[in-house]
Nanobody, 124 residues
Framework: QVQLVESGGGLVQAGGSLRLSCAAS????????MGWFRQAPGKEREFVAA????????AHADSVKGRFTISRDNAKNTVYLQMNSLKPEDTAVYYC?????????????????WGQGTQVTVSS
């Protein structure tokens, strides 16, 4: 199991930006595909973005394309989610996840380690 710690959540007005960070404990961090998921109250957890181990491949949910960008710094064992043009419907708890998988899956079952989550609230 990889230990994951998210940070960077908070309260922001619509149209604003936030950058989430997720620090991993694993020395072999670069072998893990990393993902971001979110869960709003009363809704199921949904895929946001994923990036392959070396950062060569990335995927973003249609709802965030053009606004959110996932990236990683393997030297720092950290993955980021830059969120721009935030909307009230982006309000959710955001979770970082890690998985020893190929490519950039969007299914949460492909990820075996999860962080505790960080709250993002976007006011209108």
């Amino acid at each position: 199991q990889v230990q994951l710690v998210e940070s960077g959540g908070g309260l922001v007005q619509a149209g604003g930006s936030l950058r989430l960070s997720c620090a991993a404990s694993e020395r072999t961090f670069r072998t893990y595909t990393m993902g971001w998921f979110r869960q709003a109250p009363g809704k199921e957890r949904e895929f946001v973005a994923a990036v392959s181990g070396r950062g060569g491949s990335a995927a973003h949910a249609d709802s965030v394309k053009g606004r959110f960008t996932i990236s990683r710094d393997n030297a720092k064992n950290t993955v980021y989610l830059q969120m721009n043009s935030l909307k009230p419907e982006d309000t959710a708890v955001y979770y970082c996840a890690a998985g020893l998988v190929m490519g950039v899956p969007t299914n949460s079952r492909q990820f075996t380690s999860w962080g505790q989550g960080t709250q993002v609230t976007v006011s209108s």
